[in-house]
């Protein structure tokens, strides 16, 4: 069966709906579904527009006395060499209990281009359940209450087809009250080669890594240098929720010069510096110099630095409703001391 719209002078325009003859279905009231409360739609078929524009798959409606279900396959030819997959999505609009909105699409797949100058890839995952409650039922599709998870599994960018330019992946989610970002990225643009990584957390835990590398020479001859640096501030589990909260700060960078000729290290210099609040909380610079076989490295402790055992409690609210800066009495806490004032008043009725 082909379904084609016509312009305004009657002709035939360039949409057309394709379904094969078996390929409509409607069910209702079957396998033993009581008359009148449950109503099946499931279609196959090719989309046309404007002869380029593509979508062909397959979409599933499912309307019960629970929720509505909405499930689609399909690819979608958007021209050219742009091309969008969806790959076992599904929607649930739950009406009884607990009602809500729950989306998976476990797998979306993207991939354009510019006249073979440059591709891109890219996998992406989105799941969210809007439901309250505890527990998980069918409707729930395996997604746990108040989540949700937005994430690319994997971007590639490529130079005229060949040649690996921007690599990635990244997500933002929420995990039982906890949000969470972590983008990870490495880039090669020949002589230059970077990559980075940021993490940060409600639970106010974050880690920020990069790093990267110069090559301006060949065949042993040329000037090499690389450089990092790593921030975090993690409790014992790393990224993962729901650590102890017993978070330390470290500290690690460095960066490295050298000219080479023949493969040897004519002359080098490298600085490092690091420091690690959980190893006592030194401050530690070394120094590396390199001319030809002779290589000096000293290391010079700058001192100890340690946050309190405890952390600060900046302000407190009293019993008439007042917000107070902890100082004065409570400035062991504040680490500071200045006169204690009011913030804002306000009243409980």
Do not use: C
Not at 3 to 32: C, H, K, M, Y
Not at 174 to 202: E, L, P, Q
Not at 275 to 291: C, H, K, M, R, W
């Amino acid at each position: 069966m082909t379904l084609r719209t016509l312009d305004s002078q009657g002709q035939a325009a360039a949409t057309d709906l394709e379904i094969p003859a078996d390929a409509f279905n409607v069910w209702a009231n079957e396998n033993g579904v009581a008359a009148g409360t449950a109503l099946l739609v499931d279609v196959v078929g090719n989309l046309r527009l404007t002869n380029s524009f593509v979508i062909a798959g397959h979409i599933t409606l499912k309307d019960t006395q629970d929720a509505i279900t909405v499930a689609i396959d399909g690819d979608m030819n958007l021209g050219g060499t742009a091309k969008l997959t969806i790959s076992n999505a599904s929607a649930n609009i739950v009406k009884g209990p607990n009602p809500g909105f729950v989306f998976n699409l476990p797998s979306l797949s993207t991939n354009f281009g510019i006249g073979g100058v440059f591709t891109v890839i890219a996998d992406a995952r989105i799941q969210f359940n809007t439901r309250a409650g505890s527990g998980l039922d069918a409707n729930d599709l395996g997604i746990p209450r108040g989540n949700f998870h937005v994430g690319v599994d994997q971007l590639r960018v490529t130079l005229f087809n060949a040649l690996p330019l921007i690599n990635g992946s990244g997500f933002i989610e929420r995990v039982d009250d906890v949000y969470r970002m972590d983008v990870g990225m490495t880039a090669d643009f020949g002589i230059v080669k970077a990559s980075g990584r940021a993490f940060f957390s409600s639970e106010g835990e974050f880690l920020l890594d990069v790093s990267g590398s110069l090559n301006l020479g060949r065949s042993g001859f040329g000037i090499f240098g690389n450089a990092s640096l790593l921030v975090s501030y993690l409790d014992n589990n790393g990224t993962t929720p729901f650590g102890n909260q017993i978070k330390t700060l470290y500290v690690n960078g460095k960066a490295y010069v050298s000219g080479k000729a023949f493969g040897v290290t004519l002359v080098g210099l490298e600085l490092h510096v690091d420091y690690n609040e959980a190893a006592g909380g030194e401050i530690g610079v070394t120094v590396q110099f390199d001319l030809g076989a002779i290589r000096v490295r000293p290391h010079f402790t700058i001192g100890h630095l340690k946050r309190p055992s405890v952390d600060a409690v900046l302000a407190t609210i009293d019993a008439n409703g007042n917000l107070v800066l902890a100082v004065d009495d409570k400035e062991t806490q504040r680490w500071q001391s200045h006169r204690r004032y009011y913030l804002y008043r306000w009243s409980q009725e």
